[in-house]
T-cell receptor, first 110, second 115 residues
Framework: GEDVEQSLFLSVREGDSSVINCTYT??????LYWYKQEPGAGLQLLTY?????DMKQDQRLTVLLNKKDKHLSLRIADTQTGDSAIYFC??????????FGPGTRLSVLP | GAVVSQHPSRVICKSGTSVKIECRSL??????MFWYRQFPKQSLMLMAT?????????EQGVEKDKFLINHASLTLSTLTVTSAHPEDSSFYIC???????????FGSGTRLTVV
C-alpha cells in the first residue's frame, strides 16, 4: 500500500533555515499536508499543497513538491525555539483516507 | 516497517446506535496509542491518549462517556462512539508508538457518517 517516509530527527541552530523532507509512493495523491505537533497537543495543520502545484509559500514556510520524484519538503526560514515540535507529512488521495509519515522531531538549538 | 491497521475504513450508522473502531499494531507492541478526530479541512484534534492496561487520558472537552476507549492489550486499542449523533460524523484516526524516540505510526483512518 501507500507509504510515506520521513527522517525521524532534525537539529538546527536558532536563526538558521530548517528543511524537513518527505517521500511518498502514491502518484495519484491529490493533496499533501504538513502538520505540526507540539508536546501534549494534537496535530495542527500548517499548510497543504495541491498536487498540481510546485511550490507554496506562506510567511516563513515554503513547501516544495517534486511530483516526478514524489518528494515533498517543508522549509522553515529563521527557525525559532518555538518551532521545536514534531512535523508530520501526510498524503491524501481524493476519496480515500490519509496516509501519514512517522513524523520528524525538530530540535532548535540556541 | 511498523504497521497500524485501523478498521473499519468507512462506516455509516443510524443515529442512536454505537460504533466501534479498532486500531491494531501489527508487528510491534504499542504501549501508547492516540486517538484523533478531524473536521473537514481542519487540524487533527487529539481526543485521548491510551496506555495499555490503564484508563485513557482524555483531552479537555472530550466526553469520556461518549467516546469509550479501551486499550486492553499491547496491540489493540478500540474507540467506541456511543449513542452516535450526526454531529459525531467525522474522520477518526489512531496512531501508535512502539516506544519513546521511535516514530509515530498512523492508522488509515475511519470515516464515520451518522444518519
Amino acid at each position: 500500500g501507500e507509504d510515506v517516509e520521513q527522517s525521524l530527527f532534525l537539529s538546527v541552530r536558532e536563526g538558521d533555515s530548517s528543511v524537513i523532507n518527505c517521500t511518498y509512493t502514491d502518484s495519484s495523491s491529490t493533496y499533501l499536508y504538513w502538520y505540526k505537533q507540539e508536546p501534549g497537543a494534537g496535530l495542527q495543520l500548517l499548510t497543504y499543497i495541491f498536487s498540481n502545484m510546485d511550490m507554496k509559500q506562506d510567511q516563513r514556510l515554503t513547501v516544495l513538491l517534486n511530483k516526478k520524484d514524489k518528494h515533498l519538503s517543508l522549509r522553515i526560514a529563521d527557525t525559532q525555539t518555538g518551532d521545536s515540535a514534531i512535523y508530520f507529512c501526510a498524503d491524501h488521495v481524493e476519496g480515500q483516507n490519509f496516509v501519514f509519515g512517522p513524523g520528524t522531531r525538530l530540535s532548535v538549538l540556541p | 516497517g511498523a504497521v497500524v491497521s485501523q478498521h473499519p475504513s468507512r462506516v455509516i450508522c443510524k443515529s442512536g446506535t454505537s460504533v466501534k473502531i479498532e486500531c491494531r499494531s501489527l508487528d510491534f507492541q504499542a504501549t501508547t496509542m492516540f486517538w484523533y478526530r478531524q473536521f473537514p479541512k481542519q487540524s487533527l484534534m487529539l481526543m485521548a491518549t491510551s496506555n495499555e492496561g490503564s484508563k485513557a487520558t482524555y483531552e479537555q472537552g472530550v466526553e469520556k462517556d461518549k467516546f469509550l476507549i479501551n486499550h486492553a492489550s499491547l496491540t489493540l486499542s478500540t474507540l467506541t462512539v456511543t449513542s452516535a449523533h450526526p454531529e459525531d460524523s467525522s474522520f477518526y484516526i489512531c496512531s501508535a508508538r512502539e516506544r519513546t524516540n521511535y516514530g509515530y505510526t498512523f492508522g488509515s483512518g475511519t470515516r464515520l457518517t451518522v444518519v
